[in-house]
């Protein structure tokens, strides 16, 4: 069982994909990243996800995130299965599924779940930066489908804070108001935050979310 945590560096792989071989740090390159794991082939929740997916493709080309999603089965099966997502799905699969029959990377990555199921693995999501860090983790069970909204407001937020010295409060959303990490003093705030800030408490300031680099 993996002992991954947030901060690790994101294990390397060579796969078999859907799209055929790749290795995962490539097919990253300089960019962001989604790795998701489904339970299996034909089931009904892991087709509207991967339909939501390629939906969402230029959403995550926006952020420069590429995806690439995991599953037990082989590459045929993938392939048969593709067919039926983009016909009921009314879109068109663009990214690679890995056929990890071995089960390498899914334990690799710690996505079985004994006490959930032996052999299937269950709704892991890793977002991983350019420097290949883990930066989020969540796990879902079979039962539920993600909210891939979510995960784009985290992607957000991740690329705001790391390049700005700020935190995203609860519920937030692109666009709206930020926090002021506590580490700079409100003084400083002046000078780094030209937009101006909001002292609620000593410790709780908020200002305008700054501009994108």
């Avoid at 794991?37 to 969402?56: M, N």
């Avoid at 067919?83 to 390498?104: C, G, H, L, M, Y």
């Avoid at 006490?115 to 796990?139: C, G, Q, Y």
């Amino acid at each position: 069982m993996s002992d991954l945590k947030l901060g690790d560096k994101a294990p390397n792989f060579d796969a078999e994909t859907s799209e055929g071989k790749i290795n995962f740090y490539e097919f990253l390159g300089d960019g962001w990243g989604i790795l998701f794991s489904h339970p299996a082939d034909y089931t009904p929740v892991c087709t509207t996800e991967l339909g939501v997916t390629a939906k969402y493709k230029e959403k995550f080309e926006k952020r420069d995130v590429k995806v690439m999603a995991l599953s037990v089965d082989g590459v045929e099966s993938h392939k048969g299965w593709i067919e039926d997502i983009n016909s009921t799905q009314d879109t068109t699969v663009n990214f690679p599924i890995i056929a990890d029959e071995d089960r390498k990377i899914a334990n690799l990555y710690g996505m079985i779940h004994p006490k959930a199921d032996n052999t299937l693995t269950v709704r892991s999501v890793f977002i991983i930066d350019p420097e290949k860090t883990i930066k989020l983790m969540i796990t879902y069970p079979a039962s539920t489908g993600r909210n891939f909204d979510e995960l784009l407001r985290v992607i957000d937020s991740l690329q705001l804070t790391a390049n700005h010295k700020v935190a995203t409060p609860a519920n937030w959303k692109n666009g709206e108001d930020v926090v002021i990490s506590p580490a700079i003093s409100s003084e400083d705030a002046k000078d780094i935050f030209p937009k101006g800030f909001k002292e609620v408490k000593p410790y709780l300031r908020m200002t305008p979310q700054p501009d994108k680099q």
